[in-house]
């Protein structure tokens, strides 16, 4: 039971021995029912919390988001991720802004053939697709050099990581299991919103920060970059953090070397940090190869439009659709995280962003220990976010 006020806790201790030790029942009672409302207001069955949960804006509904879209892309969700959506119109936790919903179950049920199968097939598929990006090698450095004729058996190499046969002798993924966007295929969304070895039993904490689960459309990103060579290539990296975790290496980089694989170089990183560091410090972080775009503003995003810090309106604004732009958003702060992210949602500026990595903190069960004092919002809350993202055509991912 969480520490309470002393004058409540006296008055707790008053009602208990009361009860137990006086002999009038009506007076007894009486105090019984005091205790019991005192027990309701005071003893928290979940984890407590300081900030609201709902979202801010206020979350918009399936039915009236299309509304707020502005100039909406087609978007084509996998199979599984299809189920996914239908089953959480029947479960009631998925909405639960209270407690912390458990969102593993559906996997673990062998008699829930809609996913249990399906779920351990893309398991299957995930793991043969990362052998597959892993072994992919091209000499080329930057997508917007290669010649002309070059060009199609390049991009068609990388389209075919995606459906090449693997070492099971099928293809890695069937064509209804990935999601489709403007921007080419991606991963379904499904709960956890992490790797989904993440659910599997006893939970496996080793993929809490795998992003081998993340499908890009390397094909799509090639033939894009190929056809416009003079576009800019700019990665936002909101929530820049170089120490991560107690050692380990930051996810952001990794996702940096993963482009680098594959001939995208960034003309300009621009990295935004809350917490002061020196700038020594910073610089001795910075891998050689990426100094030459690194951009370092040690300062807080602001989440308001008219405001300097304001990364869409200071940065974003002034690039094109031609450019290839990456936005990795993961500051841990959900009053400016959730309306930045509503701010992608106009046309001016889901035309210009090509992918989005965003850690979206909700009431999940697994990760409760992680996110208690930042959770705002629902699983569903998260799932319908992320589709309307990908409805505008930006290839939205969750992160770590």
Not at 72 to 95: N, Q, W
Not at 230 to 249: I, P, Q
Request: charged content about 25%.
């Amino acid at each position: 039971m969480p520490k309470v006020h002393n004058a409540n806790t006296k008055l707790f201790m008053r009602c208990r021995t009361a009860i137990m030790y006086d002999k009038r029942p009506r007076y007894a009672l009486l105090l019984l029912l005091v205790l019991v409302l005192f027990y309701n207001s005071t003893h928290v069955l979940r984890p407590p919390r300081k900030t609201p949960v709902r979202e801010a804006p206020p979350t918009l509904s399936p039915t009236t988001a299309e509304s707020f879209i502005e100039g909406s892309s087609p978007y084509t969700p996998g199979k599984l991720e299809g189920d996914m959506m239908k089953v959480s119109t029947t479960r009631e936790d998925f909405r639960y802004d209270v407690q912390f919903v458990d969102e593993c179950d559906l996997y673990h049920n062998p008699n829930r053939t809609d996913f249990y199968q399906p779920y351990h097939d893309m398991i299957e598929s995930l793991d043969q697709y990362a052998a597959a990006v892993k072994g992919f090698q091209t000499s080329v450095k930057d997508l917007r050099d290669v010649p002309p004729e070059e060009q199609e058996a390049l991009c068609e190499s990388m389209n075919n990581l995606l459906w090449k046969q693997g070492s099971n002798g099928k293809n890695i993924f069937e064509t209804k299991s990935l999601s489709l966007t403007r921007g080419g295929y991606v991963e379904p969304l499904l709960p956890p919103m992490r790797h989904p070895k993440f659910c599997e039993e006893p939970y496996n904490h080793d993929h809490l920060l795998d992003i081998e689960y993340l499908v890009h459309d390397f094909g799509a990103i090639c033939r894009h970059l190929t056809k416009h060579p003079k576009a800019r290539t700019v990665f936002f990296d909101l929530g820049a953090s170089l120490e991560y975790h107690g050692g380990v290496e930051n996810p952001a980089l990794s996702l940096l070397e993963l482009y680098q694989q594959f001939g995208v170089t960034f003309d300009h990183y621009y990295a935004f940090e809350y917490t002061p560091l020196p700038p020594d410090r910073v610089y001795e972080k910075i891998p050689e190869w990426l100094l030459p775009s690194y951009h370092w503003f040690n300062v807080p995003v602001d989440a308001e439009p008219s405001k300097k810090n304001n990364p869409w309106t200071a940065l974003l604004s002034k690039l094109k659709e031609d450019d290839f732009v990456v936005v990795k958003l993961d500051i841990d702060t959900p009053q400016v995280e959730i309306p930045l992210i509503h701010q992608l949602l106009q046309e001016k500026y889901s035309s210009v962003v090509d992918q989005l990595y965003f850690e979206h903190h909700v009431r999940i069960k697994h990760l409760y220990r992680a996110w208690t004092r930042t959770a705002w919002g629902t699983l569903q809350d998260s799932l319908d976010l992320f589709t309307r993202l990908r409805k505008t055509g930006i290839a939205a991912h969750s992160w770590v």
